[in-house]
């Protein structure tokens, strides 16, 4: 049996669970969040949620593990929220924001200005001596990598100086310049 998808989910108080027609649907104090779902059961009992397959082919084991971890990464999203820090390493490098506006000064001639889905809050940190980081905070766990993936990928880390934008931990791989 898979070990992801045994494993039951707790409901944590506040958060509200609601399963109707292929439909799983959590509301907590940061947001709602719906997921469909398909040919795996979900059953709900004393604030714990378990999931069970009806057979062991290849596809529903992938399915298993799949909506399980979707489930948990909802309720934790709804109670919690998830969030994600992307540090800008170059010279010159910026980053501001105005409401849901962020504006990115990463080395080419002109500045990058990017309109952040509403349920994304963005906060940018400039402090003397370090480099800039953007913060973005969210209850969709899906939403927040997929915007911070976007704002990584306009210049992603090269290998030999380590410039570009990257996420905080994150380590790259270095590589000897041409004199080595």
Same mark, same amino acid.
């Given at each position: 049996?898979? *070990?992801?998808?045994?494993?039951?989910?707790?409901?944590? /108080?506040?958060?509200?669970?609601?399963?109707?027609? &292929?439909?799983?649907?959590?509301? @907590?104090?940061?947001?709602?969040?719906?997921?469909?779902?398909?040919?795996?059961e979900i059953k709900m009992?004393?604030?714990?949620?378990?999931? /069970?397959?009806? $057979?062991?082919?290849?596809?529903?084991?992938? #399915?298993?593990?799949?909506?399980?971890?979707?489930?948990?990464?909802?309720?934790? @999203?709804? $109670?919690?929220?998830?969030?994600? /820090?992307? /540090?800008?390493?170059?010279?010159?490098?910026?980053?501001?924001?105005?409401?849901?506006?962020?504006?990115?000064?990463?080395?080419?001639?002109? &500045?990058?200005?990017?309109?952040?889905?509403?349920?994304?809050?963005?906060?940018?940190?400039?402090?003397?001596?370090?480099?800039? *980081?953007?913060?973005?905070?969210? %209850?969709?766990?899906?939403?927040?990598?997929?915007?911070?993936? #976007?704002? *990584?990928? %306009?210049?992603?880390?090269?290998?030999?100086?380590?410039?570009?934008?990257? %996420?905080?931990?994150?380590?790259?791989?270095?590589?000897?310049?041409?004199?080595?």
């Amino acid at each position: 049996m898979s *070990r992801i998808g045994k494993n039951p989910i707790t409901v944590p /108080e506040g958060v509200t669970v609601e399963i109707k027609d &292929n439909m799983i649907t959590a509301k @907590g104090k940061l947001g709602e969040l719906t997921q469909e779902y398909s040919e795996i059961e979900i059953k709900m009992e004393d604030g714990t949620i378990t999931l /069970e397959r009806s $057979s062991d082919k290849k596809d529903l084991r992938a #399915k298993h593990g799949l909506y399980r971890a979707l489930i948990a990464n909802m309720i934790e @999203g709804v $109670s919690k929220g998830w969030t994600k /820090e992307l /540090e800008m390493v170059g010279v010159g490098y910026r980053a501001s924001n105005q409401g849901q506006k962020l504006d990115l000064a990463v080395g080419f001639s002109h &500045n990058i200005v990017l309109d952040i889905a509403p349920e994304v809050t963005v906060e940018t940190i400039s402090e003397k001596g370090k480099n800039p *980081r953007v913060k973005l905070t969210s %209850f969709d766990k899906q939403l927040v990598g997929q915007v911070a993936a #976007k704002i *990584r990928g %306009f210049r992603r880390p090269e290998p030999y100086k380590g410039k570009g934008i990257k %996420f905080v931990g994150e380590e790259i791989r270095r590589k000897a310049g041409k004199s080595a």
